[in-house]
Antibody
């Protein structure tokens, strides 16, 4: 069945970068956009952007423009989200989610990124 | 950018009906999707395209959308329905962006 498996928790210092991976299985990786959503502790869901795994095209939320980069490796059906110049308020659980049109049908298990000095 | 407004909390007794609203300007013209998130877990799609249910989601979950309000209705509420619920739309006017509501905590009394 369709599955998204994300990389493990990360602890980073302010100013550093983090790269989270999301390995897809059970469906055609290049056939569906992959979105990234984050959730700060005790807060709601915040959409970050999407990548088209077929073309590599991306679309980022304005808030993250210039700090986020979404990429993919089709040979291993894996999407990546890299966030740079980390701040303490970037501490959050980061999710990848397979899109079906404009709804997010399947989600990864989440990756906790902690930013602390 | 497009804004979705949800009540922070809704409380209901077991066996009763819970209604969670999602307000937005002319939201009736958009397709609304709803996600359930339990503590420590990833969100799960429970209603899509206003009123359709993914396979495996109980019929107790239903949705509607008209005018400026979309509604998720949970009938015969069970203790296991206690969770956060988020509405979501695609905002075609802002360069193909996804928008989430702020979320509603459903408490089963």
């Amino acid at each position: 069945q369709e599955q998204l498996v994300q990389s493990g928790a990360e602890v980073k210092k302010p100013g550093a970068s983090v790269k989270v991976s999301c390995k897809a299985s059970g469906y055609s990786f290049t056939g569906y956009h992959m979105h990234w959503v984050r959730q700060a502790p005790g807060q709601g869901l915040e959409w970050m952007g999407w990548i088209n795994p077929n073309s590599g095209g991306t679309n980022y939320a304005q808030k993250f423009q210039g700090r986020v980069t979404m990429t993919r490796d089709t040979s291993i059906s894996t999407a990546y989200m890299e966030l740079s110049r980390l701040r303490s308020d970037d501490t959050a659980v980061y999710y990848c989610a397979k899109a079906d049109g404009w709804l997010l049908r399947y989600w990864g298990q989440g990756t906790l990124v902690t930013v602390s000095s | 950018s497009y804004v979705l407004t949800q009540p922070p909390s809704v409380s209901v007794a077991p066996g009763q009906t819970a209604r969670i609203t999602c307000g937005g300007n002319n939201i009736g013209s958009k397709s609304v999707h709803w996600y359930q998130q339990k503590p420590g877990q990833a969100p799960v799609l429970v209603v899509y395209d206003d009123s359709d249910r993914p396979s495996g989601i109980p019929e107790r979950f239903s949705g509607s959308n008209s005018g400026n309000t979309a509604t998720l209705t949970i009938s015969r509420v069970e203790a296991g329905d206690e969770a956060d619920y988020y509405c979501q739309v695609w905002d075609s006017s802002s360069d193909h962006h996804v928008v989430f509501g702020g979320g509603t905590k459903l408490t089963v009394l």
